[in-house]
T-cell receptor, first 116, second 110 residues
């Protein structure tokens, strides 16, 4: 596709439910990043893939968060047993380069998660 | 821990004014500083700066980096209501992924 595509755009979950957020990066982009953006804050790094390899998951806030990119293209961010503090916009971004973030990131429009 | 601080956090000006947004940073192994504009949707890329003292320009927007003093500024001249947005500064350093500041919320009043 022409840009980074994320789905769903909006998700309302009851506390304790599991959710899965999908990211389709720009075709051919090597690097894929997930960020969490709370209201009024800048995006916070969650995890980074280079192709199918998850090279850094240091930003994942707890073991309830899990991300995968099994074929080096589409990625899924899964949140188990959602809590209210998980409510945020989850941004996916991709980059053409395989190096650590020296290049421009292209962001998707985000998935807004609201946990009731 | 990498740190990016933007100021002001919010700014309200009138159309036609010039604004300067600030970004200071502390990161290990600095690689690049990027500016993004975020409206209601995805952040969109404005500039990437890697070299000190070289101004990047795009229309009414310009940005410059000072690697000695560890800061960057984003200037917008002759502001228009369409410039209203959150402007994010991000720095690429020792960790994977960018470290973002909290952003400057800019409001341009007609």
């Amino acid at each position: 596709g022409a840009g980074v595509s994320q789905s769903p755009r909006y998700k309302v979950a009851k506390r304790g439910q599991d959710v899965a957020l999908r990211c389709d990066p720009i075709s051919g982009h090597v690097s894929l990043f997930w960020y969490q953006q709370a209201l009024g804050q800048g995006p916070e790094f969650l995890t980074y893939f280079q192709n199918e390899a998850q090279l850094d998951k240091s930003g994942l806030p707890s073991d309830r968060f899990f991300a995968e990119r099994p074929e080096g293209s589409v990625s899924t961010l899964k949140i188990q047993r959602t809590q209210q503090e998980d409510s945020a916009v989850y941004l996916c971004a991709s980059s053409l380069t395989g190096n650590e973030n020296t290049g421009e990131l292209f962001f998707g429009e985000g998935s807004r998660l609201t946990v009731l | 821990e990498d740190k990016v601080v933007q100021s002001p956090l919010s700014l309200v000006v009138h159309e036609g004014d010039t604004v300067t947004l600030n970004c200071s940073y502390e990161v290990t192994n600095f690689r690049s500083l990027l500016w993004y504009k975020q409206e209601k949707k995805a952040p969109t890329f404005l500039f990437m700066l890697t070299s000190s003292g070289i101004e990047k320009k795009s229309g009414r927007l310009s940005s410059i980096l000072d690697k000695k003093e560890l800061f960057s500024i984003l200037n917008i001249t002759a502001t228009q209501t369409g410039d209203s947005a959150i402007y994010l500064c991000a720095v690429g350093g020792g960790a994977d992924g960018l470290t973002f500041g909290k952003g400057t919320h800019l409001i341009i009043q007609p």
